[in-house]
T-cell receptor
Framework: GENVEQHPSTLSVQEGDSAVIKCTYSDSASNYFPWYKQELGKRPQLIIDIRSNVGEKKDQRIAVTLNKTAKHFSLHITETQPEDSAVYFCAASRADQAGTALIFGKGTTLSVSS | DSGVTQTPKHLITATGQRVTLRCSPRSGDLSVYWYQQSLDQGLQFLIQYYNGEERAKGNILERFSAQQFPDLHSELNLSSLELGDSALYFC???????????FGPGTRLTVL
């Protein structure tokens, strides 16, 4: 089955710096890669996603890149703000199959200090 | 607010007991997923239903079962509870299989 590795587990940056979180996946058939942000005690919220027919996607200060050959994808947050502090999860799934579980990485705790 | 509702918010029970967690998907969403989040295991997929039928199973214990009803709400039944079952249980829904999943607020289960 699919296995998703996520690094680093914790990341501390200064406000205004960039943050990068990296994930690798094992199943070459995976084709949908969402990123979720989870604040303490709250539900995971989708912040950006990418499908395997696209190499990069941007949404304001957030971007995701995908390298299908190397089977890794990354989240880039620019001009970080204190409200970006949260746990970020990457996930992978085979979104064209009948059953499409999200397989999550272990999460990255991002701390942005002002 | 994602539109996915879960009840109850908190549940405290004893080992050996049985509980039922309830989830109502967003209006129009046919697919429901259950996930377990614990400190040491992260977010783990348990089971998926689509329009009343089971579609995929993850690391779901035999003591756990689920179903999706004709009105599309879903219930997750946990029996013979153990201390290690204490976790946050999330339900998510999507319009189609493989679509963006929207998570509910979760049910925090504490087994004493």
């Amino acid at each position: 089955g699919e296995n998703v590795e996520q690094h680093p587990s914790t990341l501390s940056v200064q406000e205004g710096d960039s943050a990068v979180i990296k994930c690798t996946y094992s199943d070459s058939a995976s084709n949908y890669f969402p990123w979720y942000k989870q604040e303490l005690g709250k539900r995971p919220q989708l912040i950006i996603d990418i499908r395997s027919n696209v190499g990069e996607k941007k949404d304001q200060r957030i971007a995701v890149t995908l390298n299908k050959t190397a089977k890794h994808f990354s989240l880039h947050i620019t001009e970080t703000q204190p409200e970006d502090s949260a746990v970020y999860f990457c996930a992978a799934s085979r979104a064209d199959q009948a059953g499409t579980a999200l397989i999550f990485g272990k999460g990255t705790t991002l701390s942005v200090s002002s | 607010d994602s539109g996915v509702t879960q009840t109850p918010k908190h549940l405290i029970t004893a080992t050996g007991q049985r509980v039922t967690l309830r989830c109502s998907p967003r209006s129009g969403d046919l697919s429901v997923y259950w996930y377990q989040q614990s400190l040491d295991q992260g977010l783990q997929f348990l089971i998926q239903y689509y329009n009343g039928e089971e579609r995929a199973k993850g690391n779901i214990l035999e003591r756990f079962s689920a179903q999706q009803f004709p009105d599309l709400h879903s219930e997750l039944n946990l029996s013979s509870l153990e201390l290690g079952d204490s976790a946050l249980y999330f339900c998510a829904s999507s319009v189609v299989v493989g679509g963006e999943q929207f998570f509910g607020p979760g049910t925090r289960l504490t087994v004493l």
